[in-house]
């Protein structure tokens, strides 16, 4: 059994930065699985943020692109999203989630994503 759990989220002011973690247990490594970052803002749809496949090649949603980074730790095993010039509207609660099968691809924007394992999330607020 995969268990994910984010960790990493808080308040930051407009401009600030943050670095959300993922931390599997039940794994030894991501041996190379498709996993992303999703978020869930209050009154709005999840949406995907950030995609990385089983050979590292990542994708973003088109608004976030230059501002967000995925990255991970195969060995440890710990996925990242880094975080740079956060505005308000980025305000969410943010998921990670392993695409076991890498079923899905890269992410669009509007995409829907019914990965097999979910974090519970971790609270990110932007404000002054």
């Known amino acids: 059994q995969v268990q994910l759990t984010e960790s990493g989220g808080g308040l930051v002011e407009p401009g600030g930065s943050l670095r959300l973690s993922c931390s599997a247990s039940g794994l030894t490594t991501f041996d190379r699985r498709c996993m992303g970052w999703f978020r869930q803002a209050p009154g709005s749809e999840r949406e995907p943020v950030a995609f990385i496949d089983e050979n590292d090649k990542t994708s973003y949603a088109r608004s976030l692109e230059g501002r967000f980074a995925i990255t991970r730790d195969d060995a440890k095993p710990i996925l990242y999203l880094f975080m740079h010039n956060l505005l308000p509207e980025d305000t969410a609660v943010y998921y990670c989630?392993?695409?076991?099968?890498?079923?899905?691809?890269?992410?669009?924007?509007?995409?829907?994503?019914?990965?097999?394992?979910w974090g519970q999330g971790t609270q990110v607020t932007v404000s002054s």
């Open positions: 989630a392993v695409d076991w099968e890498c079923n899905y691809g890269p992410i669009v924007d509007g995409g829907v994503y019914p990965y097999e394992y």
